[in-house]
Each structure stands twice: as structure tokens, then as C-alpha cells.
DNA sequence: GAGGAAACGGCGGGTCCCGCCGTTTATCCG
DNA sequence: CGGATAAACGGCGGGACCCGCCGTTTCCTC
């Protein structure tokens, strides 16, 4: 499991990766790869050599924020109203893509077309970290049975991905997501 | 108003026009210019004399479509119940945003980023087609007061967009929708 | 320290988008 | 009808990007 890797190589995908997250965080999720490399000050081969697609290095990069929202999840599981926590952690993973570019697409990717070889998919750590927190807020009946922590994530990032050229995409988001929360109409 | 076009402009723009509309739903949202260019015969110059922008080749070519959206808008204003009408209209506009690619991507640009010349933009468009028929739904209380049509539009643009690359998208994006349009928690 | 494998990165090819600019061609008017 | 004129065309070169190849360097092991 452990791959056995020669230290400039661990050293290369560490610096790969740092600038990486600067540039897709700037430029989005379309960034240079060539660019990467020449700030990271390797060839770009190098970077493919490391991350052999896009989106390998866009899960890479995302990893870390990924990790954040997972924890965040552990926090609010079994604190507070379910519901409420729920919603608190939908709306900061909405935050979390609207600030940070890239993130969203990297959600966006199909499961099941993941690199089985490797960790798990951004999109399948999230759902699982969700999981409980989710859970609980079903069977306290304040969502639907056959709602899916994926569903919720998927709303979340289609909701980034149409806000992301608006001229305040952070509020355009926030509007948009408490609209999908309260459904189309009123409540009695 | 009329801009005077000299007659094999005009033809030349409704070749791309027709090859653009093929390949776009193809290919998706960023298919090659320069290979339509080729299909229709023309130099890739032409193509950018004719849509300077790809915003403005996938607005084009998006036209139709829009145009067909606007008018059931108009066939379901007043014919049923006003939530029914506004909810069909709306699975409508994502299904064809499933079905056309392209379309979703010129949804999702910011209207007031439009170029002021021209006709209106796609989304502005909608949003105007659209209008009596939510109007309508307001006032009978099936949808709170601040909803707008963009509102709505964005959020079935988003789910598209989230959904694209999934196994089935047509399916995810169908029960998606069904679950905005619920809202989180179930009706009492 | 030497051998061997792992990792590197430069190079060439292909595609794309873009601006320039000489050439073709439709249109207008004498 | 035919020339003048401006619109429209499209080929060309530049720059950026992604990709595969392959000779070279660098690290690890013994």
C-alpha cells in the first residue's frame, strides 16, 4: 500500500501541489498545468508524472479542504438540532466552493468513475463524513428517507457551479441554497 | 437597427449557425471553433467575425431552444393549476438543458455582463418568458414573493451542471430538481 | 563507491485561439 | 454594363497549451 517513492519525488509533490493549490485557487479549476510547473520550478512532465490527469490534481488539491469540511462534520454530528446542524454544514461546504475555486468541480466528478486504485473520490469522503449527520436529522424526520448525503453535496456544487460568473457569487450562492432548503413553496 | 449584411455573410453565418448547433451538442459547451470552422467550409477568422466571443456562438445557437422554452411558457400561463404550470415549465427547461449541452453553459452567464447592443441574453430572455407564469404562482401563494425567475433558472442551470458528467444524467438532474422543489424537509 | 532503477525535464508534434493583412467578391452607382 | 469601393474572406505566423518520447541526472542499495 505504502508506495515506496524516492525522496525528490515526495519533494516534487509537495512543491507541485503547494503551488497548485495558490494557482487553482486564483485561476480556477482550469488553471495551467504548464504554469504550475514552471513556478513549481520542475518540467511539466513531472507534474504528470505526479498527477496524471486534471482531476487527479484537482482532487489533490482539494484533499486538504476536503479533510476541513469532514472534520467540521464530525463537530456538529450530535450537537445541536439535527436539522440545524445539517444546514450549518451544507452552507459552509457551499462557502468552502465559492471561496475556494476549483473545489466545486472537483465535487462535480462521477463517483463511480473514481481511480479505484487510489484513496477514495473527493465526492465519497465527503458523503461519507455526511453520513451521520445526515442520518440523525432523518430519523429526527427533518429530511426525507430517500435523500442522500450525495444529493445534498451535488445540489450544493451545481448551486456554486451556476453562481460561480455572477457578479456576487457568494450571495447569488447563499440565496440560491436557502431556496433549495425551503423548497419552492411556502411553508404553511 | 437592420445591420446591412451583404448576402454571402449571411449565408456564411447560417452555415456556422448549423454546424455550431451540431457540434456543440456534441461536444459540449467548449467544442473546437476552428472545427466547425472547418465542417462549414470557412476560415476559423470568419467564424470569430460572425461570434466574436464563444459566449456569443453558444448564445446563438442556444437561441432556438430558448425561443421554444418562451414559448410554452406562454401555452402554460394560465391553463391549470398555477404551481403545476410553473413546476412543468421548469422540468422542461431542465430537461432540455440535459439534452442540448451547450445550453445550460450560455444560462449561466451573468446577465448583466450581456453585451448591451445586441438582443437580449439568453437567460434574460427566460427570465422575461418566464415571468407571468411565476408571477402567477406568486400570487396564488404556491411560491414566496421574493422568488424570481432567475432564481429559478439558475438553480435548474446548476443542477445541469452538477449532474453532467454523472452515469445517468437525466435522472440525477430529474431528482434533484424534485428535491429542490421539495425542499429539504418533508411537507407535514 | 558503483550499479541500477527511479525520476527528471527538454524536445517535437499536434491542437487550439488569436490578430494581422493581402486578396477576393458583393454591392452600388455612373 | 462595368468599374470603384468597402465589406468579407481566409491564410499565415505567434503564442499557449497538453502530450508522449527518451536521453540524462539523481537517488537508493549493497
Known amino acids: 500500500m505504502v508506495e515506496r517513492q524516492r525522496a525528490d519525488a515526495r ?3 509537495a512543491r507541485i501541489l503547494a503551488v497548485a493549490e495558490e494557482e487553482v485557487a486564483a485561476r480556477g479549476a482550469d488553471a ?5 510547473a514552471r513556478t513549481a520550478g520542475v518540467g511539466s512532465a513531472t507534474v504528470r508524472r505526479h498527477f496524471p490527469t486534471r482531476r487527479a490534481l484537482l482532487e489533490a488539491v482539494s484533499r486538504t479542504r476536503i479533510a476541513a469540511l469532514s472534520a467540521r462534520a464530525q463537530e456538529l454530528t ?6 440545524d446542524a445539517l444546514l450549518e ?3 459552509e461546504v457551499v462557502a468552502y466552493c465559492v471561496s475556494a475555486r476549483g473545489l ?3 465535487l462535480s466528478y462521477d463517483d463511480s468513475a473514481a481511480d479505484p486504485v487510489h484513496e477514495n473520490s473527493c465526492s465519497r469522503s ?5 453520513g451521520p449527520l445526515l442520518g440523525r436529522a432523518v430519523r429526527d424526520g427533518a429530511v426525507a428517507a430517500g435523500v442522500t448525503v450525495g444529493d445534498l453535496i451535488t445540489l450544493a456544487v451545481g448551486i456554486v457551479l451556476a453562481t460561480e ?3 456576487d457569487p457568494a450571495a447569488e450562492a447563499d440565496r440560491l441554497f436557502r431556496l433549495a432548503v425551503e423548497g419552492l413553496s411556502p411553508r404553511a
Open 165 to 167: 460568473h455572477r457578479g
Open 104 to 106: 466545486a468541480v472537483a
Open 89 to 91: 454544514w451544507l452552507g
Open 11 to 13: 519533494r516534487n509533490y
Open 32 to 36: 495551467s498545468l504548464e504554469q504550475i
Open 126 to 130: 465527503l458523503e461519507e463524513a455526511g
Open 78 to 83: 450530535g450537537r445541536g438540532d439535527s436539522r
